[in-house]
């Protein structure tokens, strides 16, 4: 079952393609991450999904319903919910009024102090909007978009410019809605948030998706390198194994092959008569791979 079933989307400004017949899908209850470089299509693609931007041709199905139809738009908006990174809120409501008049759009809204509970503004219950911070206002925003149990969420940039204590929270709380079965479609810049909450990523750039699958997928998949360390043994700088470089007195070798690094470090210890101490072997993270992926133009 798909939550977002998009087939050959294509999107001309007006000045030529931006899609170039992007075809794209999610199924429903996962965590999907779209990345891309700025100017690679990411908001265009997010908001012909959404509906609030039309397409120029291709196939649509959210939620089993085609946003770009006013009907069927007028009913997905009661099934899906967009935290946008600003939104306008009237200044002068409290945060309860705000959140009550909002559940009264929908006929099952969550409790208003559940809701509240869940994003950690309890105690701001009766503030002011103009009184929040940017980091309540954020959680005011997710507070709304929860409100109407949405099947589907978009969410931009959740945890920017929130204190690590409010993020994690925040992340807790996305991973929680999947398990609800609810589909979340994210867009963030922050990877390691994307390699922590999605189940899966694609990635596009210049209006076509170069990779996707899950974040582990996409790290096995790319050609940055693991990293090979180990406490520097103290010999000189030519005597060190290939390829090494020492680094804050650490013997630093990059590899796509870790086995063989391995191997051939313990061989050359044993050359050297040394002992190697303080041994790590740190993969590439989701950032990385990441930045290989681009550099690269890796395809699918
Ligand atoms: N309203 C518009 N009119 C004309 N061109 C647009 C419009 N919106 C976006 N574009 C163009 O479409 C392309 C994709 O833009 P889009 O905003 O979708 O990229 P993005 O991946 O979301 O970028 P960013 O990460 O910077 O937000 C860009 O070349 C942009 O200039």
New binding site residues.
């Given amino acids: 079952m798909y939550a977002i079933q998009a087939t050959d989307i294509t999107k001309d ?3 030529g393609e ?1 899609l170039h017949g992007v075809s794209y899908q999610v199924p429903t209850g996962q965590i999907a991450a779209l990345l ?1 470089p ?7 693609l997010i908001e012909i999904l959404e509906g609030h931007r039309g397409r120029t041709s291709g196939r649509l199905s959210v939620l089993g319903l085609d946003p770009g139809s006013r009907r069927d738009f007028a009913r997905l908006r009661r099934r899906m919910s967009v935290v946008l990174q600003q939104t306008m809120l009237e200044p002068g409501l409290s945060v309860r009024d705000i959140l009550r008049r909002h559940a009264s759009y929908y006929p099952d809204p969550l409790d208003t102090d559940e809701v509240l509970d869940q994003v950690d503004l309890v105690e701001k219950r009766s503030a002011l909007v103009k009184s929040l911070s940017d980091g309540m206002r954020r959680r005011l925003d997710l507070a709304l978009a929860l409100t109407g149990r949405p099947e589907l969420l978009f969410l931009d940039e959740p945890t920017t410019g929130l204190d690590p204590v409010s993020r994690r929270r925040i992340r807790g709380l996305v991973s929680g809605l999947r398990d609800s079965g609810t589909t979340v479609v994210l867009t963030s810049h922050d990877l390691t948030e994307v390699q922590e909450l999605a189940d899966r990523v694609d990635v596009i750039r210049d209006g076509e998706f170069i990779a996707s699958g899950s974040p582990d997928d996409l790290v096995r998949g790319s050609s940055a390198f693991t990293v090979v360390e180990f406490a520097d043994p103290g010999v000189a700088a030519e005597r060190l194994p290939e390829g090494a470089a020492l680094v804050n007195g650490r013997v630093r070798i990059r590899t796509d092959d870790q086995d063989t690094v391995v191997r051939e470090v313990q061989e050359w210890a044993t050359r050297e008569e040394t002992e190697i101490s303080g041994l790590t072997i740190v993969p590439p993270s989701l950032d990385d791979a990441y930045i290989a992926m681009l550099e690269t133009g890796r395809t699918e």
């Fill in positions: 400004y007006g000045k931006v891309g700025n100017g690679a299509g990411k908001t265009t």
